[in-house]
């Protein structure tokens, strides 16, 4: 797809120019240099190698079974706005202080991790609310082990609730259910498990599999019975790490501090990182000049599961970049230097999402399974109806699943979503927000707007035949 698009050819054309030399390749598959030279060669082009993907990525070592060692599970809370998941970040965060580290003023740098009463450790990643976690997803990035869902328990299961559940359940991350504001008068937790038993989310005490704590941000109440069941979770992911080998781990966040340079969260994930290493994070590298913790405290050493903020870096790293100890500061220079190379020459690069066009097309080469749609809409009813009507066009060939429905306008959550999850979106009588609109266009998400029904289905169904007409 890619060369085809460099060649200004139609995808078809490169495939079938690939058949006729006996090779039988499907839309995404990577050419190698030879292939290349000879199809661009059969359509006139000449080829120059510069840096492919491949040369950019740093071989990780393996891990050998025998140098695993326990690794502390890291967590993200998300949940509807108010609900309180800054305060519960913050309550966390203030009350498992260890005697050695007291004294610190905290500052916000994107993650901490603390202690428990019984002396087990947790991350955190502080940046709540499903966009950031969901941006890291479909940036690559897997870091969360845990996620904890709020709910207040003076307020409903609301759309942004349902949409963190499904975002954790999309990427497969357990839930734990925090029912919040346990304190207030109004509270009424009975009826949260109601609400969410509605979602299919049946909680333990109800007799279902998730486990669910209430909980107070204010009061304390039920947070360390929370830690707890966020610790039993953990448990049974039996979260390993090599504690030896040379640091790796995922940006969460960068920025410029105009005294000391480049300043970027890390969440080291296995190995070890410390002074005076080289740190490659994206396409930026630098020696480990200083790090530290949420507290300003100096580290020297850190290790799996471990948030830290470094200072060294040429240049700010996007949050869901991976980083990696590098052997020398060559190395990490050559390998920085090709990213940016890619990075720009991507800029000017193809449609990587599905589109309804491009649904065609994945058919025809025999590689679509499954065509994942967001619905947004007005009222519920038309979802459910557009919902229902969609999922019927599922084929032997073509699986529909709507990832995420709801009513509103199409949010940059929704696109976020879409990118992590390769899916179309379908606005029925709504329209994207501006934020969405320009995210889609940078992620080349598919959004499409409806207000008759009947049109989005046979356009769909069309599309799914291999019927509709290209747009280009
Ligand atoms: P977020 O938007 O989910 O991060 O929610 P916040 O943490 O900002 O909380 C929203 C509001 O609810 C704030 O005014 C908090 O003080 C309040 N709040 C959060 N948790 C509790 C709680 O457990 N009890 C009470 N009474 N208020 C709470």
């Excluded at 966040?253 to 080291?268: F, I, N, P, Q, W």
């Excluded at 066009?357 to 399974?369: Q, Y």
Aim: net charge negative; proline share 3%; hydrophobic share 40%.
């Amino acid at each position: 797809s890619d060369l085809a698009s460099l060649m200004n050819v139609s995808v078809n054309e490169v495939i079938s120019a690939c058949m006729s030399l006996g090779m039988f390749v499907s839309i995404n598959q990577r050419l190698d240099a030879e292939a290349i030279t000879i199809i661009a060669d059969e359509f006139g082009y000449d080829v120059s190698f510069t840096s492919t993907e491949e040369e950019t990525e740093v071989i990780e070592e393996e891990d050998n079974p025998d140098d695993l060692t326990d690794r502390a599970p890291i967590v993200t809370i998300m949940g509807h706005v108010d609900h309180g998941k800054t305060s519960l970040l913050d309550y966390i965060r203030d009350a498992n202080v260890t005697a050695g580290e007291a004294g610190g003023i905290t500052q916000h740098i994107g993650a901490y991790d603390v202690e428990t009463k019984d002396g087990k450790r947790i991350a955190f990643l502080d940046t709540p609310g499903h966009e950031a976690f969901t941006a890291m997803r479909a940036r690559g990035a897997k870091i969360t082990d845990v996620a904890i869902i709020v709910v207040a328990a003076d307020d409903n299961v609301m759309p942004q609730t349902k949409e963190a559940i499904n975002h954790a359940q999309v990427a497969e991350v357990p839930i734990v259910i925090a029912i919040n504001k346990i304190d207030k008068p109004a509270a009424n937790a009975d009826k949260i498990r109601e609400e969410l038993a509605n979602l299919n989310i049946l909680v333990e005490d109800w007799g279902g599999k998730y486990q669910c704590q209430e909980v107070s941000a204010k009061t304390g109440q039920g947070i360390d019975e929370l830690l707890e069941k966020v610790l039993l979770e953990a448990e049974l992911l039996e979260l390993k790490a090599n504690a030896d080998k040379k640091g790796l781990g995922t940006v969460v966040e960068a920025s410029l501090d105009k005294g000391r340079g480049y300043l970027a969260t890390l969440m080291v994930q296995s190995g070890k990182m410390k002074i005076g290493d080289v740190v490659l994070a994206g396409p930026h590298y630098g020696k480990v000049k200083a790090m530290f913790d949420h507290r300003g405290n100096r580290l020297q050493e850190v290790g799996p599961s471990t948030p830290v903020q470094m200072l060294g870096l040429d240049g700010a790293p996007q949050a869901g970049d991976r980083f990696n100890v590098m052997e020398s500061e060559r190395e990490a220079r050559e390998i920085a230097n090709k990213r940016e190379q890619i990075l720009r020459e991507q800029s000017v690069r193809t449609k990587k999402h599905i589109t309804l066009d491009e649904i065609g097309r994945r058919l025809a080469v025999g590689n679509f399974k499954e065509l994942n749609v967001i619905v947004k809409g007005d009222v519920d009813g038309s979802i459910e109806a557009l919902s229902d009507s969609l999922l019927k066009l599922s084929t032997e060939e073509v699986q529909v699943n709507i990832i995420h429905k709801g009513v509103g306008q199409i949010s940059e959550s929704d696109v976020l979503l879409a990118s992590a999850s390769d899916a179309i979106i379908i606005g029925f009588q709504v329209r994207p927000s501006g934020g969405a609109r320009r995210i889609a266009e940078n992620e080349e998400i598919e959004i499409r707007l409806y207000s008759i029904i009947y049109d989005a289905i046979n356009e769909i169904k069309d599309a799914m035949e291999g019927l509709l007409e290209p747009t280009e």
